[in-house]
């Protein structure tokens, strides 16, 4: 009989200590769910926040421009004739250095380009 309870008594203990720990797993579980979503947030306002640092840094590089070097330019490429392709594609790689350009607006020219020719 002793051991009975002796038994009893041991497996009550392990079905607390059982559920001990299934209680605190739980809690580890949600608060590792927390911590996903707070690095997915970070992450993306980490995203968010590199492409704002791009942007203002383009636009310093823009403020250090010279404006009547850049005027020049933009009055030479406007000067040049409807043929003169290789004049206009050297002056704009100045206009993309000086405006610093990004690969989308690159991208947007090059597209436009491509339409004005197919047409």
Known sequence: ??????????????????????????????????????????????????????????????EGCNLEYLKNVVVDYLSFPPGALSEKASLERVLATLLAFSPQDRKKIAEGREGGQGG
């Open 1 to 62: 009989m002793e051991l009975a309870t002796v038994q009893s008594q041991r497996d009550s203990h392990h079905r607390a200590e059982l559920e001990s720990c299934k209680v605190s797993l739980k809690k580890l579980q949600e608060a590792l769910a927390t911590k996903d979503l707070e690095v997915g947030r970070l992450t993306a306002l980490q995203a968010t926040l590199n492409q704002e640092r791009v942007a203002l840094r383009r636009a310093q590089q823009r």
